[in-house]
């Protein structure tokens, strides 16, 4: 078999996302996910101009070999735009290896090591009220553990928190990437921050009960001490995971962070490569690994990467925000079904315009996720819908402290 045309779409249905499709000589087609956040359209001409000819004429069997190729053969390794191209090629051959075996892509990584996925979902509010109300309308849709993020006092807004929508009861797709030529500005204050998270998470258990898995998100905002204080301060609210507590370049200050908290931490959504958690799985820094397989050079690393940090006791916890296509969201569910080391997976449900888009065969029920059993990743891309939704520029919000200083968003 071989390769015969690499096309890259383009399409924003209610968000922006880059495809890769694969068509081989047997007419059998495979799709992988390029999708970077605000930066579609670098991974989009990375794709078409310097990995789409090198891969005409390859035979899509080779998956290792392609990925080598790609990585080593550039030169100039790494970094989230060349990394979300590889894993396009990689997911692609993925899906054209399981179609042209008649089975999904997790069979052919060693068959299922569970029945499903436990998925958490995105519960946020302005005030207590609307924070609960957001946590019942998820629990009704049958999640079983659930991220809480809230409004501060004296912060206008707050990156993860959705302001009215979630409370509706109706599908959502919370979109924090602004449409518009440049990115919205919010602001932060780490103090008023610190305050109020250990008050949230008071409030949720008395509500909700000891029982509930409940993850919060950092968002790489604090320094060393800071996440260890709101590590300690979180200790009587039992967290499954306290996230990107960090800025997540710096692997040594979770040295500090460890030494001084036992709230379990999860880091890595912006990782690109085994290098990027070589201390922090070697060192026992974190307990979960949130690479997505589109930021980190697709399936195949993704893998070797769980393997790794499986001799640590080290679980998954992968990046599943609306913003992984559906592409990208099945190579990991067919990774973490595989994997002994499976924490818990990400889950945001995509806005039914994507649904239509990307038909996919994924299932979600009673709190879990399953990719489905079609062979491939199972997504198949309407192209035609894709391409009455041309690309919209959008960006995600920057932050700035009161005085004005750029803060980490
Ligand atoms: O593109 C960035 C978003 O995907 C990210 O901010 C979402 O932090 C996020 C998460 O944990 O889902
Ligand atoms: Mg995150």
Partial sequence: MKVIGADVVVTSPTRNFVTLKLTTDEGLTGLGDATLNGRELAAAAYLREHVAPLLVGRDPGRIEDTWQY??????????PVTMAAIAA?????WDIKGKAAGMPVYQLLGGASRDGLLAYGHASGMSFESLDESIHMHLERGYRAIRVQ???????????????????????????????AAPVEEDWDTAAYLRH??????????????????????????RPIEAAKLGRSLEPYDLFWLEDCTPAESQQALRLV????????????????????????????IDYVRAAATH?????????????AAQYQIRSGFHGPTDVSPVGLAAQLHVGLAIHNFGIQEYMPHSDLTDEVFRQSMRFAGGYL????TPGLGVELDEQLAARLPYKPAYLPVSRLHDGTMHDW
């Fill in 70 to 79: 790609l990585y080593r053969g550039a030169y100039w390794r790494r970094g």
């Fill in 89 to 93: 090629v990689d997911m692609a051959l």
């Fill in 150 to 180: 809230s409004a501060i006092p004296g912060v206008r807004a707050v990156y993860g928190v959705a302001a009215q929508a979630q409370a509706t009861g109706e599908r959502y797709d919370y979109e924090p990437a602004g449409r518009g």
């Fill in 197 to 222: 998270i250990p008050k949230v998470f008071e409030h949720v258990r008395q509500q909700f009960g000891a029982e509930l898995p409940l993850l919060h998100d950092g968002h790489h905002r604090l």
């Fill in 258 to 285: 460890r030494r001084h908290t036992v709230t379990p931490l999860a880091i890595g959504e912006v990782f690109n490569a085994v290098w990027d958690f070589q201390q922090l799985i070697s060192e026992q820094l």
């Fill in 296 to 308: 980190f050079g697709g399936i195949t690393p993704l893998r070797k990467l769980m393997d790794y």
């Fill in 370 to 373: 399953h990719p489905g059993e």
